[in-house]
């Protein structure tokens, strides 16, 4: 493994990180994803994103916010970890932060989607207490929701109560 955990710098999102998480969602998916983070999203939510850097560089981040529609939740839209930063325990670290901040302000579940393609995503959340939503239909055993807003792509939803502290 290429790196370690000391020597990171942890910050709120600006307007001004879209870019660098725009050209990771290019760079750190397996397949190219059709959504974009504008610097609005980070002008208005920048305060429940996470952003992380070595050496000015962004190795992970998590853009989230706290659910307008939902009072008792909190959405993560996209989190990622550079290659060469994975299987460190920095996901789940963002994670940790992410339910921190959302508990202080009230929430007590996260909400969070990954694609239906993204088995190791799929990994990631069930193995750190996320549960799948059902679905429209079990594909590989994994409850998918087909075309979710019609814009192509199928989703996998995960949910976490809070309240139970597993995170
Ligand atoms: C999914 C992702 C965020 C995981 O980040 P990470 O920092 O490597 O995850 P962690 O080191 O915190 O892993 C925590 C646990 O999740 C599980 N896990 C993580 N990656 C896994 C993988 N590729 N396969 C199986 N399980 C995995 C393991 O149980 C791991 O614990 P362990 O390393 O002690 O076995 C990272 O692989 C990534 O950025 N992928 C591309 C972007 C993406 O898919 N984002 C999520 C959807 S928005």
Do not use: K
């Amino acid at each position: 493994m290429s790196a370690d955990l000391t020597g990171l710098t942890w910050r709120e999102g600006e307007p001004a990180d879209a870019a660098a998480i725009v050209r990771a969602l290019d760079e750190w998916w397996e397949q190219r994803l059709e959504h974009c983070v504008r610097p609005q999203l980070l002008e208005h939510f920048g305060d429940t994103t996470l952003i992380v850097e070595r050496d000015g560089e962004l190795v992970a981040f998590l853009v989230g916010w706290l659910s307008q529609r939902f009072p008792d939740a909190a959405y993560v839209h996209f989190m990622g970890v550079r290659r060469d930063h994975r299987r460190l325990g920095l996901g789940l670290e963002l994670y940790r932060r992410f339910a921190a901040l959302a508990r202080e302000r009230g929430r007590t579940r996260l909400m969070a989607e990954t694609g239906g393609f993204n088995r190791r995503s799929i990994a990631f959340h069930t193995s750190i207490g996320f549960t799948i939503e059902p679905g429209d239909e079990v594909v590989d055993g994994i409850p998918v929701h087909h075309d979710t807003g019609g814009i192509g792509g199928d989703y996998v939803v995960f949910s976490m109560d809070l309240r139970e502290g597993s995170l």
